[in-house]
């Protein structure tokens, strides 16, 4: 359950900043390996980006490849951050004092980011390749003609197979490895320090959103240089051999992205990854927070927790009344028939009382109760004085 709620929250913050991530990757492939402005740069900052998609795409295409963006999100932060809160839970972030490790939590970080990026880089690789594709004057990077994402897939896995779809994986296990230790790592120390301190006075949504900025920042920081590698990777046409075009591999991409456009090359798209970097991590994380909370309160606390409520007590101790007096009422010739029949109708009875009560009471399922144990603490008196004889 863990690893679908990070996969949920994620995909919720992915729909309002999926803008930002296809300003970024115009603005990444904008000029690259280029000396020379070859014309007016229509990707200059982040409102002439959109300016410029409104105007040769239409408004729509701002949300171009949110299937696969939203695929990806939900398959890699599903992985990361179920993986993440597992070795949470397993106190392997922590020492035996119960203190936040910042050396692990950055490699529990790296490797749950590392196992993210390796089960979704297909979808990464099609969302790229489909948010790079434009017209005219905005073409930037290699076109590609897809029409949708699994029809994406198809062509990508008939071309090249499964190795394919792996393609340039190795620069988006980088990008999200150090994401996630940056990430996580500060996330966590930020919010303990907050909660520690009583900085917003134990309120939890502006802990959350705290920590959140302050994560989102150093993710940005630490986090370009990567991004740009791994767009520029996924995006390149190959041959027939399925060999890039332009780079072998994620070095021999760094050291041609360095040479030629230096070292600002690497901060291509610097300021809409940090517009949709801030507020994707306050999202992102604000809802994973949220969905633990509601995790704890609807399934996990119901699962386990003992009847609290004298109201729904009382109402079952009514139900169950009601059933037992009704159908107890009968005749019998014989003992053993009559204890037949008690059994088997106290048996069908009790399967109804259950069911009764859990389809009146869902209401009441964030009070934590156990309607098995209150059903049968209540049925258990009734028993033991209908079935003297």
């Known amino acids: 359950m863990d690893f679908v709620v990070g996969g949920l929250a994620a995909c919720s913050a992915g729909l309002f900043t999926n803008p930002f991530d296809l300003i970024k990757t115009r603005q990444q492939l904008h000029g690259e390996l280029s000396v020379r402005k070859s014309g007016p740069n229509l990707y200059k900052n982040v409102w002439s980006s959109a300016r410029t998609i409104i105007k040769t795409e239409g408004i729509l295409a701002l949300q171009k490849g949110l299937s696969a963006a939203l695929s990806f999100q939900f398959v890699m932060n599903s992985t990361r951050l179920g993986l993440f809160e597992t070795l949470s839970i397993h106190g392997l972030t922590r020492n035996k004092d119960g203190q936040l490790v910042p050396i692990r939590l950055i490699f529990c970080g790296g490797l749950c980011g590392v196992a993210g990026a390796s089960?979704?880089?297909?979808?990464?690789?099609?969302?790229?390749?489909?948010?790079a594709m434009?017209?005219?004057?905005?073409?930037?990077?290699?076109?590609?003609?897809?029409?949708?994402?699994?029809?994406?897939?198809?062509?990508?896995?008939?071309?090249?197979?499964?190795r394919?779809?792996?393609?340039?994986?190795?620069?988006?296990?980088?990008?999200?490895?150090?994401?996630?230790?940056?990430q996580l790592s500060t996330f966590t120390e930020c919010k303990d320090f907050c909660q520690r301190y009583e900085i917003f006075r134990k309120n939890d949504f502006l802990t959350t959103v705290g920590a959140s900025v302050v994560s989102g920042f150093f993710l940005v920081v630490f986090m370009t240089p990567f991004d740009v590698i791994s767009t520029r990777l996924f995006n390149q046409g190959v041959d027939e051999r399925g060999?890039?075009?332009?780079?072998?591999?994620?070095?021999?991409?760094?050291?041609?992205?360095?040479?030629?456009?230096?070292?600002?090359?690497?901060?291509?798209?610097?300021?809409?990854?940090?517009?949709?970097?801030?507020?994707?991590t306050i999202l992102n994380l604000t809802?994973?927070?949220?969905?633990?909370?509601?995790?704890?309160?609807?399934?996990?606390?119901?699962?386990?927790?003992?009847?609290?409520?004298?109201?729904i007590s009382d109402l079952t101790f009514t139900l169950a009344s009601m059933i037992l007096s009704r159908d107890l009422r009968f005749r019998s010739s014989t003992v053993k028939e009559k204890e037949e029949n008690v059994w088997g109708?106290?048996?069908?009875?009790v399967i109804q009382c259950k069911l009764t009560v859990s389809i009146m009471l869902p209401a009441v399922i964030g009070?934590?109760?156990?309607?098995?144990?209150?059903?049968?603490?209540?049925?258990?008196?009734?028993?033991?004085d209908n079935l003297l004889v």
């Open 243 to 280: 060999r890039g075009l332009l780079y072998r591999n994620i070095f021999d991409c760094f050291v041609k992205t360095f040479r030629v456009e230096g070292f600002w090359g690497l901060y291509k798209g610097f300021m809409p990854m940090f517009y949709r970097a801030a507020p994707h």
């Open 119 to 131: 089960a979704a880089a297909p979808f990464y690789l099609v969302k790229t390749q489909i948010q």
């Open 367 to 384: 009070q934590g109760l156990n309607i098995r144990e209150v059903v049968l603490h209540k049925l258990s008196g009734f028993l033991e």
């Open 287 to 311: 809802f994973w927070e949220q969905f633990k909370k509601w995790k704890r309160i609807y399934i996990d606390e119901f699962a386990t927790k003992d009847i609290n409520s004298t109201v």
């Open 164 to 182: 394919g779809l792996w393609r340039g994986t190795s620069g988006l296990v980088c990008r999200i490895a150090m994401g996630s230790a940056v």
């Open 345 to 349: 109708k106290i048996f069908r009875k």
């Open 134 to 162: 434009s017209k005219g004057e905005a073409a930037v990077g290699f076109q590609h003609n897809h029409r949708g994402t699994f029809q994406a897939l198809g062509n990508i896995f008939q071309d090249g197979g499964l």
